[in-house]
């Protein structure tokens, strides 16, 4: 079973850049179809960035097209999502998620977050406005 572990949470301003990772123990993840999901106070889990597991196409929530990017590191066992030009919108728990599915469209991977049964514990951010 493999684990997963977010950093790079914290404050930035709007406008600024943060970069989370996502570190994977246990198994090496590079089967796994990936997702990065977020949660804002008193709303639902969303996807924001999907990447498959069969050829690494990936999908982007629309709230975030052109200024987050996600990239896989087989080396590294980890997910980075590249957040760029920060919104306060973009103010969330942010959470990695990971499952070895036969599901290999990557927008259906972010629009059921039921398909990943592993999940991390979810770094927050913050944007100030």
């Known amino acids: 079973q493999v684990q997963l572990v977010e950093s790079g949470g914290g404050l930035a301003q709007a406008g600024g850049s943060l970069r989370l990772s996502c570190v994977a123990s246990g198994r090496t993840f590079s089967s796994y179809a990936l997702g990065w999901y977020r949660q804002a106070p008193g709303k639902e889990r969303v996807g924001v960035l999907c990447i498959s597991s069969s050829d690494d196409s990936t999908y982007y929530g629309d709230s975030v097209k052109g200024r987050f990017t996600i990239s896989r590191d087989r080396t590294r066992n980890s997910v980075d999502l590249q957040m760029n030009s920060l919104k306060a919108e973009d103010t969330a728990v942010y959470y990695c998620?990971?499952?070895?599915?036969?599901?290999?469209?990557?927008?259906?991977?972010?629009?059921?977050?039921?398909?990943?049964?592993?999940w991390g514990r979810g770094t927050q951010v913050t944007v100030s406005s």
């Open positions: 998620a990971a499952d070895r599915t036969t599901v290999n469209t990557a927008q259906s991977l972010c629009l059921i977050p039921a398909i990943f049964r592993t």
